[in-house]
């Protein structure tokens, strides 16, 4: 009997990934009927790769990036959120949201009670994204998204906040494929090497709220969601059985962040179900 199968990490070719995903992002912008984007730039690897992406399907005048820090927000992020904009030579704008969210901060609860930071996060990962769709309008742009597969599996994100977009460019990418990605970019490295953070409080990683590395989140989802194996096939390729079940766990009950919202059928014909067009339709701005 041979030795079962290690859990490996999923692998990807970075140079044709790319090449993939900015034909994507140029056939999405045709069909919409756009030919400029926005997106929100943290200073992390998601958001730079996003952004180094766009860069390469559409003209730097036709890129916003913008930063909108909060006042706890780290200078380091912001430092390299404006390192990418210098290294795209994209259109930009900062937009402080601390005057926005602290009126609705001050309902929720003190800055001080650490049971209210997902919360408080929440709100500015929202406040965020009607920033982001107000630029878009005033740019005639299409918001691009910056959520990796890791976060979206995991539902690791703020539904109608940075899970929010026009299109997802990223989002079939594990986090270690796009770092990979990120590297064959150009994003600096020191972005691709810093822990991971969404940077909504001091201190504050994402493998320290997950409980788990990246790598070892990525070998499981890659084995249960794209290898379909099961719970006894992964313990017996090495990986830890409570970690496994947790993630199993994870991923089916935040389905629902990953779907548009289920509609009550009572006509012949409902929007999002049997009514349905393609981005492409008739009368669309592509038209015109």
């Excluded at 999923?10 to 045709?30: C, K, N, Y």
């Excluded at 006894?232 to 990986?239: K, M």
Aim: proline share 7%.
């Amino acid at each position: 009997m041979t030795d079962p199968e290690a859990a490996p990490l999923p692998e990807l070719d970075p140079a044709q990934t790319i090449e993939v995903i900015v034909g994507f992002i140029r056939s999405q912008l045709a069909q919409a009927g756009f030919r400029r984007l926005v997106v929100g730039l943290s200073g992390g690897v998601d958001s730079s790769a996003a952004a180094f992406l766009a860069a390469r399907a559409v003209a730097a005048n036709d890129l916003l990036a913008i930063r909108m820090p909060y006042r706890t927000s780290s200078p380091e992020s912001e430092a390299d959120a404006q390192a990418v904009v210098d290294a795209l030579g994209c259109r930009s704008e900062r937009v402080d949201i601390t005057p926005m969210v602290e009126p609705m901060l001050e309902l929720i609860g003190p800055e001080e009670d650490a049971s209210l930071r997902v919360r408080r996060g929440n709100v500015m990962a929202r406040q965020r994204m009607i920033v982001l769709y107000d630029r878009s309008a005033a740019f005639d742009a299409l918001v691009l998204g910056t959520s990796n597969k890791t976060e979206a599996l995991l539902g690791y994100g703020t539904l109608y906040g940075d899970m929010a977009a026009a299109l997802q460019p990223i989002g079939d990418l594990y986090k270690s494929q796009l770092r990979a990605v990120a590297t064959q970019l150009g994003v600096p490295e020191r972005i691709v090497a810093k822990p991971p953070s969404a940077d909504l409080w001091p201190g504050q990683t994402d493998e320290g709220e997950l409980g788990a590395s990246y790598e070892d989140l990525d070998r499981i989802l890659f084995a249960l969601v794209d290898r379909r194996w099961t719970l006894d096939r992964c313990v017996a390729a090495g990986l830890d059985r409570s970690l496994i079940a947790w993630v199993a766990r994870r991923v089916a009950q935040t389905e629902f962040k990953r779907q548009l919202p289920p509609v009550a059928k009572i006509s012949l014909r409902t929007p999002g179900i049997d009514h349905l067009y393609p981005r492409r339709r008739p009368g669309s701005r592509r038209e015109g």
